[in-house]
Nanobody
Framework: VQLQASGGGLVQAGDSLRLSCAAP????????MYWFRQAPGKVRELVAS????????DYADSVKGRFTISRDNAKNAVYLQMNYVRPEDTAVYYC????????????????WGQGTLVTVSS
């Protein structure tokens, strides 16, 4: 199963960026979706979570108020709108699918995407 993340790139601090993730091979509405990120030399961080219906969302404190996760079950897609980005947001961003919705880091998830690199210059 492939989760296809896109939308990364080089931006300046304060800019906006929208990441997208397509999941054409799964019954998308059966899965909660997540965005993780990993910066060089740092541990992987759970950035945002969204429930199967999209009614529930949750964010890491580091991005709360700046990032928004959303989904379109008709398009089998999840998005991460990133506003007022900061250099510390620089990382590879991964979309993840799991049949279980949780706002805390779990030891395993069903499917991981290949990642898209976001670089924020100061």
């Amino acid at each position: 199963v492939q989760l296809q993340a896109s939308g990364g790139g080089l931006v300046q601090a304060g800019d906006s960026l929208r990441l997208s993730c397509a999941a054409p091979e799964i019954t998308f509405s059966n899965y909660a979706m997540y965005w993780f990120r990993q910066a060089p030399g740092k541990v992987r961080e759970l950035v945002a979570s969204i429930s199967r219906s999209g009614e529930s969302t949750d964010y890491a404190d580091s991005v709360k108020g700046r990032f928004t996760i959303s989904r379109d079950n008709a398009k089998n897609a999840v998005y991460l709108q990133m506003n007022y980005v900061r250099p510390e947001d620089t990382a590879v961003y991964y979309c993840v699918a799991d049949s279980y919705y949780s706002t805390t880091y779990q030891t395993r998830y069903d499917y991981w995407g290949q990642g898209t690199l976001v670089t924020v210059s100061s």
